[in-house]
């Protein structure tokens, strides 16, 4: 005789409960944020040029008290972040290390008239298309807040007959602290960069611009910038830069793109410049 099995009888209560443990576990393989996941809320793309008539910072000035910055810019591409006061000497520049939305956080190095000073943790937030705000935890000319004001030329794309010229009229500005003769180049219609004239003091006496490139970044108003230097008074600050660079217009008056904004680095030097086509 075959054994009478009960029928499972589930009540209403039971089955709620059950609907939503299953809801619950579907659940638990999606997410809606971070990794790329559906729903997530992307990352805030830096990329850009930061006017010099807007960007503020307050840092300190390595003696105890504050410099009050009212010229800086910026200039961002991937995880390179620099920030500079051509007024001041200065340079930040340094390495975008993460990016969780808008809040972002870096490690740059701080350069004065060419030379490297310190180092300094930064943290901050990025509105895209807008600007950077951010602080910086270090000492000296390492520690403060900082804004930067992303600029209307950014609508502009960059391109090399925007900065093609020849060795006559070449770019150079005064560099490393110095007030004599600045360093020049001439940029060819490839991208390719000659040697103008050298740099007559400061921490860039007689260096040579021996070669280099320039290249614009797609679907940007920044150029990535190369050189190496030689024949410089002190040969530890010979060989390879790196960096970047955007023109901008210093009067509304033509020509567009008037001044070669640029900042070239190693680990230990760094050449910083508003540079102009002209005698100085």
């Known amino acids: 005789m075959t054994p009478h099995r009960p029928k499972l009888r589930f009540s209403p209560l039971l089955m709620i409960?059950?609907?939503?443990?299953?809801?619950?576990?579907?659940?638990?393989f999606h997410s809606s944020s971070g990794g790329g996941k559906i729903g997530a809320t992307p990352d805030a793309d830096p990329a850009g040029y930061y006017d010099v008539r807007s960007g503020t910072a307050s840092v300190g000035d390595g003696s105890g008290g504050t410099l009050t910055i009212t010229d800086l810019q910026g200039l961002v591409n991937g995880t390179r972040f620099i920030a500079i006061s051509d007024a001041n000497g200065l340079v930040y520049d340094g390495t975008i290390?993460?990016?969780n939305v808008n809040d972002f956080t870096a490690t740059v190095s701080v350069f004065q008239d060419g030379t490297l000073i310190t180092t300094a943790p930064v943290t901050g937030m990025i509105t895209a298309g807008a600007k950077i705000t951010g602080t910086l935890t270090g000492s000296g000319l390492g520690s403060g807040t900082f804004e930067l004001i992303y600029a209307l030329s950014n609508n502009t794309a960059a391109a090399l007959s925007r900065v093609q010229n020849n060795v006559d009229e070449g770019w150079f500005d005064r560099v490393g602290g110095g007030m004599a003769i600045g360093l020049a180049f001439a940029v060819d219609a490839m991208g390719s960069i000659a040697p103008?004239?050298?740099?007559?003091?400061?921490?860039?006496?007689?260096?040579?611009?021996?070669?280099?490139?320039?290249?614009?970044?797609?679907?940007?108003?920044?150029?990535?910038?190369?050189?190496?230097l030689s024949n410089c008074n002190n040969a530890t600050v010979?060989?390879?830069?790196?960096?970047?660079?955007?023109t901008r217009t210093e009067s509304t008056e033509p020509p567009v793109g008037d001044r070669l904004v640029s900042v070239i680095s190693n680990s230990n030097f760094s050449i910083q410049g508003e540079f102009k086509v002209g005698a100085i």
Request: glycine share 12%; aromatic share 10%.
């Open 17 to 28: 409960f059950l609907a939503l443990f299953t809801l619950v576990v579907q659940g638990c």
């Open 196 to 228: 103008g004239f050298s740099a007559n003091d400061g921490v860039f006496n007689q260096c040579v611009v021996d070669t280099g490139v320039i290249a614009p970044v797609v679907g940007t108003s920044l150029y990535t910038l190369s050189l190496t």
């Open 97 to 99: 290390t993460e990016i």
């Open 238 to 246: 010979n060989g390879d830069y790196s960096g970047l660079a955007s």
